[in-house]
């Protein structure tokens, strides 16, 4: 195996144009090719055809056609670069579980993988029974099949070494870029003033308290708008129906945003951010809220306190989020301390810097043991 030469697996592809897992494969392979290293990244693309090669600010990217839609797809294309991977002399960052099954074929080449391991995404409530099988056997293969594990939260850590010796793990938090201005005029587009609303970014499903956060906010007349990021099928889904149907007229539903410009703005200038994950580990969104010295109001959930830490807010149902709103949002003077306390919390733990280098000492000490389980 050739030092410091990485596949990267597991994405979308990247510039990043989706979630996390495209967001943090850009910033690690960039940082990655400036420390001397030939990274490559696979990436998803839709269509018939041979699989091609390309390069990125000097990152290789091997695009890999799929035809099929969906998860289906997701399934089709995770074999097609596992195969094309297992044929390089590479070390191997695999991004997620959920096909942690055809990572067997890099054992038996003896291929050195490394996977991040992500949430426990077989507890979610979206899955039906036989996805959350799929998923539950998928992250116990993971734990066995890969050479290291990756965990983004000591709640994960905590729960992957029941699987595996705690030696196979290391704890890497999420990582984001810190804001320290934003341009407030693209607010303007949404017909919105800074300080004049409060925000939710996260998808709109039941795990994610959403409605409880609308029902608590359209209790009574805030004086601002609360703004919710996420899209919206109200035809073809009854919870988003409810959402649609529980929200007052000073809540609005913009759909999702992507533009990095635009959700910077939003951020920087909310009086405060409502986080209402249940589940996962440490959420992308919560820890872009903290860099943009959001002030936060979160679940209560062991996930969300390590993130947040003990300068932010919480609730637990909608009746203490309500509560929690008529204490918060004419409170300027503890407003200012959440925001203050939001930007140190980032400053300690979830510079991309410090995140980055932490996973090149993972890769680099992935070789001289490289072929031990």
């Known amino acids: 195996m050739s030092r410091k030469q990485l596949s990267i697996l597991g994405t979308r592809g990247i510039p990043a144009a989706h979630g996390g897992f495209e967001t943090f494969a850009e910033y690690l392979a960039l940082f990655l090719v400036e420390k001397g290293w030939d990274v490559v990244v696979y990436c998803q693309t839709h269509g018939s055809g041979e699989i091609s090669v390309r390069e990125w600010k000097g990152v290789t990217l091997i695009d890999v056609p799929v035809t099929q839609q969906g998860a289906l797809g997701t399934i089709v294309y995770d074999w097609k670069t596992v195969l094309h991977a297992a044929n390089s002399d590479r070390l191997i960052l695999t991004l997620g579980y959920n096909t942690a099954l055809f990572n067997l074929r890099f054992r038996m080449g003896r291929k050195v993988n490394i996977i991040n391991m992500d949430g426990i995404e077989w507890k979610r409530k979206k899955w039906k029974v036989h996805e959350r099988a799929w998923l539950y056997l998928n992250e116990r293969l993971g734990c066995l099949i890969g050479n290291h594990l990756i965990a983004d939260h000591p709640e994960i850590e905590k729960h992957l070494q029941t699987r595996v010796s705690a030696r196979k793990i290391t704890m890497i938090p999420y990582g984001a870029e810190e804001i320290i201005t934003a341009d407030e005029t693209l607010l303007g587009e949404l017909g919105l003033t800074p300080d004049g609303f409060a925000l939710v970014v996260a998808r709109p499903e039941p795990e994610n308290s959403i409605l409880e956060i609308v029902q608590a ?113 004419n409170d300027a003077s503890r407003i200012s301390e959440m925001s203050e306390w939001s930007r140190r919390r980032f400053r300690e733990s979830f510079r991309w810097d410090s995140v980055l280098e932490a996973y090149e000492q993972v890769f680099l000490d992935a070789f001289p043991s490289s072929n031990e389980p």
């Not at 609360?226 to 759909?255: I, K, Q, T």
């Open 217 to 329: 906010f359209s209790a009574r007349r805030r004086g601002i708008r609360l703004v919710v990021l996420g899209n919206l099928n109200p035809g073809g889904n009854a919870y988003h129906h409810r959402l649609l149907e529980a929200a007052s007229d000073e809540v609005m539903f913009p759909g999702a945003i992507y533009d990095k410009s635009v959700l910077a703005a939003l951020r920087f200038h909310t009086r405060l951010y409502i986080h209402g994950h249940t589940v996962g580990g440490t959420n992308p969104s919560l820890v872009e809220a903290l860099g943009a010295g959001s002030p936060v109001l979160a679940h209560d959930n062991a996930y969300n306190r390590w993130v947040a830490g003990q300068g932010a807010a919480y609730f637990s149902d909608q009746e203490s989020c309500a509560n929690r709103l008529d204490e918060l949002l």
